[in-house]
């Protein structure tokens, strides 16, 4: 079983055949994938800048910031629309990219070319597809859990209201109202905050382990589909789910032998990231690797693209040598 230092090695490796190469195609990567956010803080940022700065007055300010609200939530809706339908595919174009670094590139345009890998020819629908149905599924995980966390929250919140305004009520007269910080009810008000905090600390360690197992059961799906186009959307997902049953863990350890990097990236305003975001996915790309010899897995590509001839195809299988997901 490999190591988080070995993996780490090998992608440092892997990344520095081409690292040039590497930081520019990352570069575009990020920038493309950035241009929505950024033009959605700077139109924030020159909405509100009489109230940050503080210089006009109320009647200039309202009509700013409700072209503002107007303007937010279309970006956002953008930005949805566009994390399925570009930026999700760019991604798995990217993932290929650094999964094929063999040697010093000396074509850096057909570097960035291959970002754009899944929108040629009939890739483009199942990583498409792909791709959709685990965002989707991690989309859905998000609601489930945010309800049942909200849910018993808000009862909780009704029962301690209740609980409060009661004894309030009990009151006589006027001037026992004042008396609304007394030990006694301290005491309740304090009782309340310890339940919710408890809650709410139980409850967020919850949601974290479980949307954690989420995102490393799915965490192969796009590595997948860089050698399977051909596979069904649901299949590709459901052999990630077999690759990682009983590496959660060990992934998620590696992630954090990542820490030390990410805060370098912070004090650098994260310009690190341009070395970082390369060096975890290869990581993962070595993980996914050794993971497929391990199971035995053979992806077994459709021979066109390999670069042989049309007449020379067989039928792929669903997984291989037949492992199912």
């Keep these: 079983m490999w190591t988080c230092s070995e993996i780490r090695q090998a992608a440092r490796s892997r990344i520095k055949l081409s690292l040039w190469a590497v930081i520019l195609v990352t570069l575009v990567y990020t920038a493309i994938i950035s241009v929505l956010p950024m033009i959605n803080a700077t139109i924030t940022t020159i909405m509100q800048l009489p109230v940050l700065t503080g210089s006009g007055n109320i009647e200039e300010m309202i009509p700013l910031l409700s072209v503002t609200s107007m303007i937010a939530p279309l970006i956002n809706l953008a930005m949805i629309v566009l994390m399925f339908l570009v930026f999700n595919p760019m991604y798995v174009g990217y993932i290929r990219y650094l ?32 791709t959709a149905w685990k965002q989707l599924w991690m989309m859905i995980w998000g609601w489930v859990v945010s309800a049942i966390v909200f849910i018993p ?10 609980e409060l305004f009661s004894g309030f009520m009990g009151r006589r007269n006027y001037n026992d109202f004042i008396d609304i910080f007394t030990r006694e009810t301290g005491n309740r008000v304090l009782f309340w905050v310890v339940v919710l905090f408890g809650y709410f600390l139980i409850a967020g360690i919850g949601v974290t382990i479980f949307l954690l197992n989420r995102f490393y059961a799915y965490l192969f799906t796009e590595f997948v589909l860089t050698e399977r186009t051909d596979m069904p959307y649901k299949a590709a997902l459901d052999l990630s789910k077999q690759m990682t049953r009983g590496l959660k863990m ?30 975890r996915i290869s990581a993962y790309q070595e993980v996914y690797d050794r993971r497929k010899q391990e199971l035995g897995i053979i992806m077994n590509p459709p021979v066109q693209q390999m670069g042989q001839p049309a007449q020379m195809q067989q ?7 037949g492992a199912q997901g």
């Design 250 to 279: 060990k992934l998620f350890v590696l992630d954090l032998s990542f820490i030390g990097w990410y805060i370098l990236s912070a004090l650098t305003f994260n310009i690190l990231m341009l070395w970082l975001l390369p060096y």
């Design 315 to 321: 039928p792929a299988q669903p997984y291989g040598n």
């Design 99 to 130: 999964g094929s670094i063999e040697k010093e590139s000396s074509d850096i345009g057909n570097d960035v070319k291959s970002l754009f890998w899944a929108f040629r020819d009939e890739r483009y629908s199942r990583v498409l597809s792909g």
């Design 153 to 162: 929250a808000s009862i909780l919140m009704v029962f301690m209201f209740i």
